[in-house]
């Protein structure tokens, strides 16, 4: 069964915007995380923020973590073509159990 | 550094036939070894995972195994795949707990 779960499922912008994809998730966690797949390919991991911290940066990635509402936001700035891609969250229920949402499938048009 | 392969990257094949996918990392001892299914457009469901030499779990009853017979090599199999188990498989490994999952490329198994 799903942890996460992805909104909006597609997001279509102009490069330039920012995009921003949240994920909620229904039981508590060490760490929640936020992978990118290419079209066909496998997932890369963008960031890991922790369930002490709020937010947390790289690059134009901004992280922000709600405990409370059991939430998360990933913000792209300034978003290029190649930012194209489905984003996933994903948290732990156990050691070895690394769940994922269904994604965000995000559109930059150039 | 560490890699990880996954192969092939492509396969059709029939079915009632067997199947056999294979995952490899390189760079890292020990490794958690892991396998996603992911369906079109959806989410990833994990399948298997090791933490060790000869030590599977499985997430679902299914028709598909696994099995390490090294301490880097994950490999994926069937009997007798059915129209259901086709998918993108996914390969990946972690060093510890909680960290982050390092994916290989995937293999897109078309059951026809």
């Known amino acids: 069964s799903q942890q996460g779960e992805e909104d909006p499922q597609a997001l279509s912008i102009q490069e330039g915007e920012n995009a921003t994809m949240n994920c909620s998730y229904k039981t508590s966690i060490n760490n929640l995380q936020w992978y990118r797949q290419n079209s066909g390919r496998g997932l890369v991991h963008l960031i890991l923020?922790?369930?002490?911290?709020r937010e947390k940066h790289s690059g134009r990635l901004r992280v922000t973590l709600d405990t409370s509402k059991k939430s998360s936001s990933l913000l792209i700035t300034a978003s290029r073509a190649a930012d194209t891609a489905s984003y996933f969250c994903?948290?732990?229920?156990?050691?070895?159990?690394?769940?994922f949402g269904a994604g965000t499938r995000l559109t930059v048009k150039p | 550094s560490q890699t990880i392969h996954q192969w092939p990257a492509t396969l059709v094949q029939p079915v009632g036939s067997p199947l056999s996918l294979e995952c490899t990392v390189e760079g890292t001892s020990n490794p958690n070894l892991y396998w996603y299914r992911q369906a079109a457009g959806r989410g990833l469901q994990l399948l298997f995972y090791s933490v060790g030499i000869g030590q599977i779990s499985s997430e679902v009853p299914q028709n598909l195994s696994a099995s390490r017979p090294q301490d880097r090599q994950f490999i994926l199999s069937s009997k007798k795949l059915l129209l259901s188990d086709s998918g993108f498989y996914l390969c990946?490994?972690?060093?510890?707990?909680?960290?982050?999952?390092?994916f290989g490329n995937g293999t897109r198994l078309t059951v026809t």
């Open positions: 923020i922790r369930s002490n911290e």
């Open positions: 990946a490994w972690d060093g510890q707990r909680n960290s982050p999952l390092h």
């Open positions: 994903a948290t732990a229920l156990t050691d070895n159990d690394m769940r």
